[in-house]
Structure formats: C-alpha cells, structure tokens
C-alpha cells in the first residue's frame, strides 16, 4: 500500500504540461535501499579514511556500518518534466541528480540506480552510483554524497521548473548549490553552480560534477583531446584516442587492460563531451562553455574481476555504469583558489540524443553528427531546443549546402549531401544560423600552448612557495605554513610567501603572529595588495580597527582585492555602529562585483539598521534571486518583520544533515559585526546541540548571566556523541567556557578537537592532559591517538580505560588492538583480539582484526582459519584484506617449506594465488604471483616434478618481460628466475631485477635456507 501510494503520488505530482511547460513534482518514494549506519564519534583525524585524514575534511564524521540486507525506505523525490525530459533528483542523498529519460523512447540517457546500495567509497564512507553527484572543496567524493542537503522546489515564469539543492561544506565554510533546471520546450535539462566563500581567507577550489551512463560494448566515448594524463600525474601526457599500441580507448571494449581507468583528455578546446552507443544509434551529451568546465574525464572500473564485482556490491539490476565528469581544473590532482569573499558561478547542460550518428558537436541547441561517406557528407541534427534555421556548408568560402530545417525538441533530421569533385579531407564549416557552428579540421582547436602536469620540486624560495601553495590549495594547511616559512627563511623578502603564512596564521586563530608575518612582508613592499588584505583581517581580529581600515584601503586598490577589502571595511563600519558608511562600502564592494553574496548579505544588515525597509527588501530580493537558498537572506526578513512564520519559513528550509551548523554559521557572521543579539536570535532558532549552548552561554555572559549559566550547564550537561567545534572563533567560546568550569573535561576537550584542527597540536596536547574524569570511551579513544607517537605507553591507558568505560564498543577494542599491532606487542595484541571477537563475534573488522594479530602472533593457521569464516563488503582497510589473506597463506607455505613438507607449502602456495570475492575484491588482469610461482617451484624440485618446475620458471620470465615496463610487486622474482635460467640476453634484466626492492625477511630467510642445503 505504501509503494502503491508513493508510486501514485509521484505519478500525479509531475504529470507533464501538454503546453511544452516544466512542472515540478515533489513526493516521497519508496525505494530499495542498503543503508548505512554508525556513525564514528571519534574525530577524523584521530582515525584514517579511505582518501585523506584530519583537518581537511574535520569537522565531519565517518559512518562505519553499512550492509548487505536491504530494506524499502521512503526517500523524497523531486521529479521535473516536461514533454521530452523527466530528471529525478534525491535531496536526501547529497542532491544528485538520480537519473535522468528521454520520454520519446523511454530511454534514461543517464544511469539511473533503481536502488541505493550505499557502500564506503565517499570521503566519509556513505556513497551510491548513478546521476549525477556535486563534488566541492577536496578530490574525492565529497562529505555530503550520502546524507540530506537543503533544496527548494519551483516552477519558474519562463515556463521551466527547478531544484536549488545545496549545503555548507563544513572544513572550508564555504556554501555551495546546484540549480537544476528543466526549461520549456527542451530536450536538454540545466545545471547553475554557485559557490560562496563568505569567508576572508582563500579557501581550495576544486569542483567535478561526476555523471553515470550505462556501459556496453559498442559505446564510443566523445571526448575531444590530443592526450589523456590519470590521476596524480602517474601517466604523464599519452595519445588519445588512439594509444601508442593502435588501440582506440574511446572505445569501451577497448580497454579490457589492468586497473580502472582515469582518462582526463586535454590538448583540446572544446565545450562538449559525450558518448554514443553504436546498436541503438543513441547517446549522452554535456556542454558548458570551455572557460566554465574545461576538465573532462573518463571513469571506467577495471574490466576484470577486481571492478566487475562493483557491479553487485552498487547495484541490484542496472548492471555496470561508467562516469563521465566535468571539472573547474583539468585534472582532480589540482586544486586552485577560491578567493576570500569570492562567489563563483558556472552553467553545464546535460542531453539525450539520438537517431543521427555520433555526435561531432554540441550547442545548447542542437546537436550536430557529421562524417564524410565516400563522395558525400552524412549530416545529422537533433534539437534541443526548437530550430528554424538554415543549415549551411561551406568549404573555402563558398556554400555547397544550404537547407532551412524547422525541428521541434527531440526531434532528428538527417541527410546525406553529395560533395562531388571534393576530395576526402576536405576541410568544410558548418553552421546551424547562430546556434551552432562545427569545422572539419581536426586540428582548428588544438592547444599549442604548455600543458605540464607536475608537483613542484626543489628547495629553492621559489620552489619551496610553489610547493606550499600546492599544500594549501589542497587544504593541508599545517604543512603549507611550514613550507611557506621554509621559503621565507630561504629569502627573507619573500613577500607571498610571508603573505601567505600570514593569512593561514590568522586562520587558525593567532591573529599576532599572523600580524607579524604581514607586517614583515609589508615592511618589504609597503603597498603590496595582499599583504595589505592580510594586515587588515589580522588586525581587524585584534580589535586595531584604524589599523584595519587603512590596510584595507590601501588592498581596495587591487581589482584582485577591491570587493573583498570593501566587504571587509563595511563589516567593521557595522562594528562601529556607522551602518551608513557600512551601505556605502558595500556598495563599492558590488562596483567591483555586483553580484556578490558577501557584499549584498552586508548591505541587507545595513539597509536593516539603517530602517531603509524598501531597500532592504529590494536587496534581499536580489541576495534571494542569487543564491536561492541564502538562509541569511530569510532570517533578515524575520529579523526586520518579527514574525513567526517569517522565522519558520527560513527554518523549514535548513534540512541538511548538520542543521544546527547553519545557524551557527549565520551566528557567528552577527557575531563578527558586533551584534549579538542577533546572533543570539540566530541560536534560539536553531535545533539543540551542546555547540549551540555554548555559544549562547558566551554570548549571554554580559547581558543575561544567570541565562548563560543555565545555557552553560545545559551544555555541560549534554552529550559529547558526535559534537566537534572547529570554528576559529569558537576558540574564544571554549576558552571562555574552560576558564568558567576549570573542572569539566568537556571544554578543555572540545577546545583541543578546535586546536588539533588547527595544526596547534602542542597547545591540544596540554589540554588533552589537563582533560582527565572523562566518562567518555571515544574521548580517550581520541586521546590514545593524540599520544600514540610520543607517549605510547599513555596510549596504551587510555584505549584500555575506553574499553572499561564501553566494552560494548567494538570501535574502543578495535582502537586498541591496532595499536598494540603498531607498536609491535604482539602477544597482547592476539589477547585484546580475542577478547573484542568473544563479546562482537559478528564484527568483521574485529574478525580481521584477530586475524592479523593471529599472524603477527606466530598463528597463521589461525589467522586463514579466522579469514574462511569472514565475509567482508568493502570497507576502510578492506582493500588490505585480500593482503592479509596472501600473507596468511604465504606464512603457511613458508612454514611448511621449513618443515621440509612440500606438499602441504605447495597447497598453501596456491591458495595465496585466489582472490576470494567474499573478502570483498575480485581477481585483476594479469595478476602478479611471482613470489608464490617461484617458491612453489622450489618445493617441486624437492618432490621430483622438475619439468613443472621448469615450466613454472619460464612462465614467471615470460611475465616478466611482458610487464616489464609495470611497476609489479614481484619483480625480484623475475630477476631470480633469469639469473638461474643464466640466458646471455637475460644477464643485464636480472641484474637491474634483482637492485629493486626485495621481498619480506621471512622469505629471503627460507630462500637462504634452501640455498644452504
């Protein structure tokens, strides 16, 4: 009845217009769902995720629990549609697009996922295939893929329909959202990125929108490009399509290689991409204009085992996909910069086609199919948005073609024109009117200028500030401070760099130090625009106001700086009570932008002050026009109107996962301008969460204390499960909350969570000293972490003490069996594995983790025996799995060759060769089993099968020489091998085999050994 109702909600809600009109339609659907679960309440950076660790992605937590049993969950679903198009987007599930129909042939020209088989493949774990998803901040899949972002719903004048999806990314705070639009009248749907830095530091840019498409064989991928280059410039810049072997890789078939393939293409401008599927004479395309998304990317899972088993573990029945992407960047290894008050903006289209042939250029119009046939032209147009045009040919100046076509959306018109006496290479231009215009001539849009991927190397000033720049842009921020004072202390006039280590100085909330460092880069170039910008935050957060103001005036100079610097001197006008010189420069601040966020949410406060309530209208219709879902813009008209169903229309639309974060945020920007009680109405209205009580206690201290006593003992009474404050300005309030309850752990705890953070790990380790009477497991889980390195013995304490506290808790037995591996104590590590297997026999991580401390133990028996009982979905670590499963049976081998049975060794050998897909990874090409080959033919020599062993040597020369240029784990091996076999020609190899990188001890030990003998 449920899925009946959901089904027929949906019908009905987005029933298309016969006029050609988008509706919109908004439902909640049932769909087969794997969920995950658990989320970790131990900070990040006390634990390792799947892509990166710490302050890059803190304040956000891992979730640990995902599953194999699914259920059917209620999911809201806005669906748009009009005539041609029908696009689903899941708010839910970080508002991706779900998938998207050409309704003429019921065909979903993007993969649409009919289930959500949640696995840990996201920066925080949760991720599910299909659509389209919204990446910002970091590479990687971003925070929010699996959890609920903020949306609107509406159906626009012009006819079309939208979905505003967006959120906070919390490590920067920056906001982003997509507009997704389905105009009238297309058989192409929208997308508008907006991207905010409210913040006055430079923030990493990196932004892919990663669609899915349904794989085949016969796909053609359409990706213009000289050369493709992968993922940390691993494969430097190599043909495309067409490799150096003659393989043409824009092919799908064509890539049966080892590994999952990342082809970021280049050497080529162009606004398009695509795919076409040769059977169905059908296919997906993208456009965005080249300055907005020039990346372009190719994903494919390997094509053996090792990425076929995805196929089940991501989905029920929708089979194999592969992800086209668009980037701000050309490659995901780069990051750039978002400039401090920066709003970027950037539109892509995303369309079916179909019944024309491959596609050979794209417009938002139409798209165009052209190839020469023998003595004619094939031509092919599908529209996108209706067409009444001429189609015109010209080859050197003259028209050999000319037809009027009048299509409506969808529809195809294709035509083969005769170019008799033209020979075949002919250069032509097409052009569809205005609307579209494609030249023959492969090479009229190649890039002649350098395309050079490389991570700076060196230690020269230069190249050291080039490297640091690197580390910031990809939010590594300890290191780049450390990096940028490296290249001062190189050359002392190194104005960027002291600028740079200046801004993130005053970043992790040492505004001093970071005055001084501006201050020396202004001593060197007095009139510098940046150093002047940095001079100015960090003095404004030291309360030297005309300091402030004059460095900012003098940064206001700059285009690079005029807008922030003005937004900056108006925030402080507002500080100083002068709301009219705070309209004034928020005004020169639009002069400079007149379309930024920061700019008009400053001027909107202004105008409120200053009772301008027109003009605060007409400003926030115009923040509100910009950025749809700017809560701030909402919560100024309550605050000026006081009514409560103004305040409830701003708050039922802050429904991302984190909802208290937003109304922090929007505190802490009232905080900063002096007016806190605003601020305060910003954390009334917000849901409860110890970081909101805090934050009312502080700013209650003066005005209401008895209020802010009972806030603060509100707070210190909540649970710390899952609260982790990282702002720079909640340094002040856990200071403050610190020096008001010296005896509760909460503060001194939260307050080192904000320092670790930061980078400021000596200042976090002396609270994390003074933190004792916890209660809590994960406190002493984190603690243990803290500690590790320099005082492991404490480390020891506290993850035995989490384990007292919790012993329900497999992450606190977990903590400490890992740690005991690490530190090599072995015999209390196999005890602690034990021990959390008995009270969670079911957990696999602490399966595993017996297993491990079982083979570090001397017990590789026990440790196999442990890993044919564990059935593992892929999880953080669970790549080293099949690791741990090879090093099992290898110990096996090892130890049945000491006992001179070579028999069972040679068992044990081959078993290490599988690749057991219940422990969650599948078999790759080509797999490397030298080592296991090598000692496997040792032991047939001892039994007698010396033609086997023989065969087995000539097989291990012969993948050697056919990986030779790989880089293979097994290579000492091969090096082995043609040493004995002692061919002439093999001399020079095995000499070069044997200087790589030997294999384990215990190995070399029994190959001496039998040497010996």
């Known amino acids: 009845g449920l899925i009946l109702l959901a089904l027929l909600s949906a019908a009905t809600s987005c029933r298309p217009d016969p006029s050609g009109r988008a509706v919109a339609g908004e439902a909640r659907e049932v769909i087969r769902t794997y969920p995950f679960a658990d989320p970790d309440p131990v900070p990040i950076f006390a634990r390792s995720s799947m892509w990166g660790q710490g302050a890059r992605l803190y304040p956000y937590f891992m979730f640990d629990r995902f599953t194999d049993e699914p259920v059917d969950k209620a999911w809201t679903v806005v669906r748009l549609s009009n005539p041609h198009v029908e696009v689903a987007v899941l708010p839910e599930v970080g508002g991706k697009v779900w998938g998207a129909l050409d309704k003429a042939t019921g065909r979903e020209f993007l993969y649409w996922n009919h289930v959500l088989k949640f696995r840990q493949i996201a920066l925080r774990g949760p991720w599910t295939s299909g659509g389209i998803e919204w990446n910002f901040g970091v590479v990687g899949h971003a925070p929010w893929t699996g959890t609920p972002v ?16 967006g959120a906070l990314d919390l490590a920067s705070r920056t906001r982003w959202s997509v507009t997704v639009t389905l105009p009238k009248d297309s058989a192409a749907f929208e997308t508008r990125a907006l991207w905010v830095n409210p913040t006055p530091f430079s923030q990493s840019n990196y932004a892919w929108s990663c669609a899915a498409v349904p794989t085949a064989d016969d796909l053609k991928y359409i990706f213009p490009g000289r050369w493709h280059i992968g993922h940390d410039y691993a494969v430097p810049l190599e ?29 080529e401008r162009a606004d398009f991409y695509g795919g076409w599927y040769e059977g169905a004479d059908a296919g997906f395309g993208h456009w965005s204009p080249y300055e907005d998304m020039p990346g ?19 989905t029920d029945e929708d089979g194999q996909y592969t992800e086209p992407q668009a980037g701000r960047l050309l490659n995901q290894s780069d990051h750039g910069d978002l400039p401090p008050g920066a709003s970027d903006r950037w539109q892509e289209h995303w369309f079916p086609y179909r019944g024309i042939g491959p596609m050979s250029a794209a417009s938002p119009h139409a798209v165009l199919s052209a190839s020469r046939s023998g003595d004619g032209l094939d031509l092919g147009v599908f529209a996108l948005r209706p067409v009444a045009d001429d189609l015109t040919v010209t080859v050197s100046g003259r028209d050999v073609f000319k037809e009027r076509l009048d299509l409506e959306p969808g529809q195809a018109w294709k035509k083969a024109v005769p170019l008799d006496g033209l020979p075949e290479g002919t250069a032509y231009v097409l052009r569809l009117g205005e609307k579209l215009v494609y030249a023959s001539d492969p090479t009229v849009d190649d890039l002649e200028r350098p395309l050079r991927f490389s991570t700076p190397s060196g230690r020269s000033a230069e190249a050291l500030f080039l490297q640091a720049r690197k580390l910031e842009r990809e939010r590594r921020l300890p290191e780049a401070l450390e990096t940028y004072l490296a290249a001062a202390g190189e050359e002392p006039l190194h104005v960027r760099a002291l600028t740079r280590a200046a801004e993130l100085t005053t970043r992790r909330g040492e505004p001093a130090k970071g005055l001084e460092l501006a201050g020396r880069a202004l001593s060197v170039s007095m009139y510098d625009p940046e150093a002047n910008y940095v001079y100015g935050v960090a003095a404004r957060r030291l309360s030297r106001l005309v300091d402030a103001k004059e460095t900012l005036g003098w940064a206001a100079r700059s285009p690079q700086f005029r807008t922030i610097a003005m937004v900056q001197s108006a ?3 507002i500080l100083e009570k002068d709301f009219l010189e705070a309209a004034e420069d928020a005004y020169a601040a639009l002069t400079g932008d007149n379309l930024n966020i920061a700019a008009l949410e400053v001027l909107a406060v202004a105008c409120r002050l200053l009772g301008r309530e027109p003009e605060h209208a007409r400003v926030l219709g115009w ?9 701030l813009a909402r919560f100024e008209r309550y605050l000026l109107s006081r009514r409560p169903e103004d305040l409830e229309a701003c708050r039922s639309l802050v429904r991302n996962e984190l909802p208290h974060e ?34 009312l206690a502080y700013l209650l201290r003066d005005a209401s204390p008895e209020e802010s006593a009972a806030a603060l003992d509100r707070a210190s009474a909540a649970s710390p499960h899952l609260v982790f404050p990282f702002r720079e300005e909640e340094i002040a309030v856990y200071s403050w909350a610190l020096a008001a309850r010296p005896s509760d752990w909460k503060p001194k705890y939260y307050l080192a969570l904000i320092l670790w953070g930061k980078g400021r790990v000596v200042e976090a380790g002396d609270l994390f000293e003074l933190a004792d009477g916890a209660d809590y497991a994960p406190f002493y889980i984190t603690r243990g972490s803290f500690f590790e390195r320099s005082e492991p013995d404490r480390s020891a304490d506290d993850l035995r003490r989490a384990v007292e506290i919790d012993p329900a808790s497999w992450r606190a037995r977990h903590a400490l069996t890992g740690f005991l591996l690490r530190q090599g104590r072995n015999s209390e590590a196999l005890d602690a594995a034990r021990g959390a297997v008995a009270e969670h026999p079911a957990e696999v991580t602490l399966q595993v983790d017996l297993a491990r401390a079982l083979l570090a133990a001397g017990d590789p028996r026990g440790a196999a025996s442990v890993l044919d009982a564990v059935a593992a979905l892929p999880y953080e670590g669970a790549t080293d799995i099949h690791g741990l499963y090879v090093r099992t049976h290898v110990a096996i081998g090892l130890a049945a060759m000491r006992a001179r049975a070579w028999d069972e060794a040679i068992r044990a050998l081959e078993l290490s060769k599988l690749y057991p897909e219940k422990l969650g990874t599948g078999a790759p090409f080509y797999p490397d089993s030298r080592m296991q080959d090598y000692l496997i033919a040792l032991c047939l020599d001892r039994v007698g099968e010396k033609d086997k062993a023989s065969a087995l040597r000539e097989s291990i020369r012969e993948y050697t020489l056919a990986h030779w240029d790989e880089a293979r784990p097994y290579a000492y091996f091969g090096g082995l091998v043609m040493q004995r076999l002692g061919r002439r020609e093999d001399r020079l190899r095995a000499r070069e085999l044997l200087g790589r990188p030997k294999p384990p001890a215990e190995v070399l030990e029994v190959l001496r050994a039998l040497d010996a003998r």
């Open 150 to 165: 903020d949306y609107l719903v509406r159906e626009n004048p012009d006819g079309g329909a939208s979905c505003v999806v």
């Open 239 to 267: 043909p495309w399509p067409v490799d150096r072997s003659g393989r043409d890789l824009s092919w799908y078939r064509n890539n049966a290689t080892p590994g999952s393939k990342s082809y970021f293409t280049v050497g």
């Open 296 to 314: 372009r990317k190719i994903w494919i899972w390997d094509l053996s085992r090792s990425g076929q088993i995805w196929v089940d573990l991501l």
């Open 571 to 573: 925030e402080i006008a």
């Open 623 to 631: 923040l509100s026009d910009q950025d749809p879902l700017d809560h």
């Open 662 to 695: 937003t109304w922090i945020e929007m505190a802490a920007f009232y905080h900063r301008l002096g007016l806190a009680s605003d601020a305060v109405e910003a954390l009334r209205a917000a849901p409860a969460h110890p970081n909101v009580l805090y934050w």
